[in-house]
């Protein structure tokens, strides 16, 4: 679960970047006159777990801006190849956006394209990919939702498994696509650029003449009390009916997107379906979930490229 560095970075620094450049506003201050450390551990009897201290990094982005890596290091009480470490970590999970000389806090409102999106947390995706197309069984009618995570699923699937895919999705298409163990089937409608996906009556309309052995689907956000966040009605409404036609759901979504509510628009699905999510949940969070007698699945994250 979250809440231990290791020794490999998930993610990259480039090199226009260095280390005093992490951002050009001004931080907090590490110490005070007298020379005496000020900062989150200023009266804790234990460091911050890594998990609270990423927070407290996205937190003073989104408020102040960050120092830099020295700073922030001096601040926080760590190495500063702690930091980097945590820096790479909220930049591909998307909670942390790089920029040239700098990073700033994504705000929960913006709603990335799926190219921004597609290497965010890949080593989970690509774990949660693999478990997913592993439930397979050979002969299965299996339908396909947009998204990253679910589009890697595509990528999995087993080989001369004589399957039916059915999806909107353009880059699942593209997986399957040339496959003679795969009979694929298209629902159109107003493709929606942003998910690079079909939505809307027309794809409604063939998705309610149709049925699944499983489905697959993303999420921007799920939540203990069973809510599924979109950026657009038009996805939620979608996401409701896929479900009502399989015969088994899953939910796919790394850690980051647990209890994470971006958008105001939400999908409540019927009947059962398990989540699926990577290790780097907060074993709070996981508990939270199966308390609430949600069907969790955690995945161990693959390492990141």
């Known amino acids: 679960m979250a809440g231990t560095d290791t020794g490999t970075a998930t993610g990259r620094q480039t090199g226009s970047q260095s280390d005093s450049q992490i951002s050009s506003q001004t931080g907090p201050e590490a110490s005070t006159a007298s020379g005496a450390t000020t900062g989150p551990q200023a009266g ?13 990094i996205l937190r003073l982005a989104t408020e102040s801006g960050l120092a830099s890596v020295e700073q922030l290091a001096e601040w926080f009480g760590v190495t500063a190849s702690t930091i980097r470490r945590d820096l790479a970590r909220l930049s591909e999970s998307g909670r942390l956006a790089r920029t040239y000389g700098g990073a700033i806090a994504v705000p929960s409102w913006t709603e990335l394209s799926l190219s921004q999106r597609d290497t965010e947390a890949h080593g989970a995706k690509r774990a949660i990919a693999r478990w997913a197309a592993a439930q397979i069984e050979p002969g299965s009618s299996v339908l396909l939702d947009a998204g990253t995570t679910v589009a890697l699923v595509a990528r999995e699937l087993p080989t001369a498994a004589n399957l039916t895919v059915t999806t909107a999705s353009i880059p699942v298409l593209g997986h399957v696509q040339g496959r003679d163990d795969i009979t694929t089937h298209c629902l159109g409608g107003r493709l929606r650029a942003m998910s690079d996906a079909f939505v809307g009556p027309l794809t409604e309309a063939a998705l309610d003449r149709m049925s699944f052995d499983a489905a697959f689907l993303g999420a921007d956000g799920v ?11 038009e996805q939620t409404r979608l996401k409701e009916l896929m479900a009502r036609r399989a015969n088994t759901v899953y939910v796919l979504v790394h850690a980051a997107k647990l209890n994470h509510r971006p958008f105001r628009s939400w999908a409540r699905l019927d009947g059962p379906f398990t989540i699926v999510t990577d290790d780097e949940a907060p074993t709070d969070v996981v508990e939270e979930f199966r308390k609430a007698g949600r069907d969790l699945v955690v995945v161990p994250r693959e390492p990141s490229r």
């Open 44 to 56: 804790l009897d234990r460091p911050l777990r890594s998990r609270e201290r990423r927070e407290e």
């Open 223 to 233: 939540t203990s009390d069973g809510g599924l966040c979109e950026a657009e009605l």
